[in-house]
């Protein structure tokens, strides 16, 4: 058993302070294979569910596609918070770049309060 442990959490590598052993990638895997099936059959369950309403066909595959992203973009974030990864290290980088992506694109101005202005009676 103390072999088995050893090597559950043999560190593999690290980034920053974040330490990453065998364990954690293991999960991670299973995570991945199993959260994908249980995606897969939710799909066809809803699918299943719509199919009996009024909607047209191209309309409830339309919706199916819609939850079945849904459910791998939540699928990634149950597996970065798995890592132990902080979603706001993908929100600093792109911070930065809307500020000259609105200028460029020539998004109203109304989007971006620049201040706050006060009334005056």
Do not use: C
């Not at 973009?73 to 000259?100: C, D, I, R």
């Amino acid at each position: 058993m103390d072999e088995f442990l050893s090597f559950w959490s043999f560190q593999l590598f690290h980034i920053g302070d974040a330490k990453y052993t065998v364990g954690q990638l293991i999960l991670l895997v299973l995570l991945l294979i199993f959260g994908y099936i249980i995606s897969k059959f939710l799909e066809n369950l809803f699918s299943k569910r719509l199919s009996k309403t009024q909607l047209r066909p191209h309309v409830i595959q339309t919706l199916q596609r819609v939850f079945f992203y849904m459910l791998i973009v939540g699928l990634g974030l149950a597996a970065l918070g798995l890592l132990n990864v902080p979603l706001t290290t993908f929100a600093h980088p792109y911070a930065s770049v809307l500020p000259t992506v609105r200028n460029q694109v020539g998004w109203p101005s109304f989007f971006y309060r620049q201040s706050v202005h006060k009334r005056t009676y």
